[in-house]
């Protein structure tokens, strides 16, 4: 039952009542049948209008429900809630409506990689498909009620070439402090070599010995990585990010920057004119 249901009936029931009454009535009486069957037209075509009406409300609240997680971690439970009012402020891209994008293939298999002990409550009206790369690979914002024992997060997902992908769960005051930043670092190329570092003696003698090099007077150092980079949220009024001259534009309250090693995961906010507004500190 509606709240438009007493009002519909109020209606039906006069109509009625003009119906019934005799039909000797002259012109005067036929006008009154002639109106009273207009009415019980508009009626019914109110009535229609207002079933269509509590149909659409009914649709536009249903919750969008896709796999999460699987058989091997196990399912996180899915929530109805909106994000809290802060992040609702902060964050333009949880108040776009979903587009296709947002309920894509990328986005579900975002999804599936979620597990029970680390997620739970996962906002599935809110997720969004925020970015790709490679060959059509998602980056996805997974808003969840609790995260890692952290409450009100929103998650940050980057699919692997290979097989599954990076994610990092922030709260909204980890991302305004700057703190929230994914990095990944790709192999050293395949022509990379370690390099040979001297090794004064006979102070580090016993770290030679331990690399079976006794007596040795150099050591072998980790081939230096490949490029690395960074993922992350950023709030409203922020156009790119900065690090060490490299710079990306942000869209979606979200930026992938590449750099050409592996670097601290720091960046500086810039809004549209270039000026540095943030992180704070």
């Known amino acids: 039952m509606t709240v438009l249901d007493p009002f519909v009936q109020h209606l039906a029931d006069a109509a009625e009542r003009l119906a019934a009454q005799p039909a000797a009535m002259g012109a005067r009486g036929r006008i009154r049948a002639r109106l009273s069957a207009i009415r019980r037209g508009r009626l019914a075509t109110f ?15 249903e919750l969008w429900r896709p796999q999460l ?3 091997r971690r196990g399912n996180p439970t ?34 599936s990689m979620f597990g029970p002990r680390n997620v739970q409550g996962i906002r ?7 970015g790709t790369h ?3 690979l998602g980056d996805v914002l997974v808003p969840a009620a609790r995260a890692d024992g952290k409450r009100d997060v929103l998650c940050l997902f ?6 599954g992908g990076g994610v990092i769960c922030s709260t909204t005051a980890e991302i305004l402090a700057g703190r929230a930043i994914l990095m990944t670092v790709a192999p ?19 770290r030679a010995k331990d690399l079976g090099r006794a ?18 949220f950023v709030p409203d009024g922020v156009s790119q990010v900065r690090q060490s001259g490299a710079t990306a534009a942000v869209r979606n309250n979200y930026f992938r920057l590449r750099l050409p090693r592996e670097a601290e995961p720091a960046v500086q906010w810039l809004d549209a004119d270039g000026a540095v507004v943030g992180p704070p500190g």
């Open 134 to 136: 490679g060959a059509r």
């Open 158 to 163: 980057s699919r692997d070439p290979k097989d």
């Open 69 to 71: 997680g699987d058989e």
């Open 124 to 130: 599935t009206e809110h997720v969004r498909l925020v």
């Open 47 to 61: 009535a229609a209008a207002a079933t269509l009406l509590a149909g659409g409300a009914a649709a536009a609240t």
């Open 215 to 232: 007596g040795g007077t150099a050591i072998l150092t980790p081939a230096p990585s490949g490029p690395a980079t960074l993922l992350g």
């Open 188 to 206: 050293p190329p395949a022509n990379a070599k370690q390099r040979v570092v001297p090794v004064p003696q006979p102070a580090d003698a016993g």
């Open 78 to 111: 899915a929530s109805a809630s909106s994000p809290v009012a802060e992040q609702l402020a902060r964050f333009g891209v949880l108040r776009r409506d979903a587009n296709p994008a947002d309920r894509s293939e990328q986005v579900r298999y975002a999804l």
